[in-house]
Structure formats: structure tokens, C-alpha cells
């Protein structure tokens, strides 16, 4: 399911790993039965590698988490989610470049 570097997250750490997280977290809400879900995730894992240390990354399951997927409103899947100090800071809906997501984490990692 997750690699090394992606977090498995659910309903139980969600809050700990994500919202209470001292860097940026990109959340990834896909489903096993889901294509692009699929096709994003090697590239979800090559960013986690790049911005260790800057940035995590995980992985929320919405059928095993209905709950956090209906918190966040999730309509389609894969869904990315970034947020900074538990707050969402960028919604990217669907399968995206690596550089549009490279885009998005170095504009929460940038100072204002």
C-alpha cells in the first residue's frame, strides 16, 4: 500500500501526523479500485524522497476512512490535499504533472 517514505494515514493518527505536524503534509485521498489513484502514486512517492525532511506525504484510503473523506468534503478521487499548520492551503483534484505538484509544495515552503 504505502512506501517507506508515505504515511498510511486514518481516522486514528490523521490528527497527530497531519494536523499537529511541525512541517507541510500533502494528503493523498485515493481508493485501491481507482485508475489514476494508481498512476499518481509513484510519483507521490519520488516527491516524498525529494522533500524529506520539508514535507509529508501520506495516503488516506477513502473507504476504510468515510469519515475524513466526508470532513474534507472528497467528491473525486485522487484528491491532494496540503496542508500547512492544520490548516488546507491547496486542493489539487484529479491526476496532475509533477510539476504542477512540485508547484504547489514549493509555494507552502516558501516564506510569505
Known amino acids: 500500500m504505502a512506501a517507506n517514505n508515505v504515511l498510511a494515514l486514518t481516522e486514528g493518527n490523521f490528527q497527530s501526523e497531519v494536523l499537529l505536524a511541525p512541517v507541510p503534509v500533502l494528503v493523498d485521498f485515493w ?3 481507482c485508475g489514476p489513484c494508481r498512476m499518481i502514486a509513484p510519483l507521490l512517492e519520488d516527491l516524498a524522497t525529494e522533500y524529506e525532511g520539508q514535507v509529508k506525504v501520506g495516503k488516506v484510503n477513502v473507504d476504510e ?7 474534507y468534503r472528497i467528491t473525486g478521487i485522487p484528491t491532494l490535499l496540503l496542508f500547512k499548520e492544520g490548516q488546507v492551503q491547496d486542493v489539487i483534484v ?5 510539476r504542477d ?3 504547489s509544495l514549493e509555494r507552502v515552503l516558501t516564506p510569505a
Open 31 to 33: 481508493a485501491e479500485w
Open 65 to 71: 476512512n468515510q469519515r475524513l473523506a466526508a470532513e
Open 94 to 98: 484529479g491526476l496532475k504533472s509533477r
Open 101 to 103: 505538484l512540485k508547484a
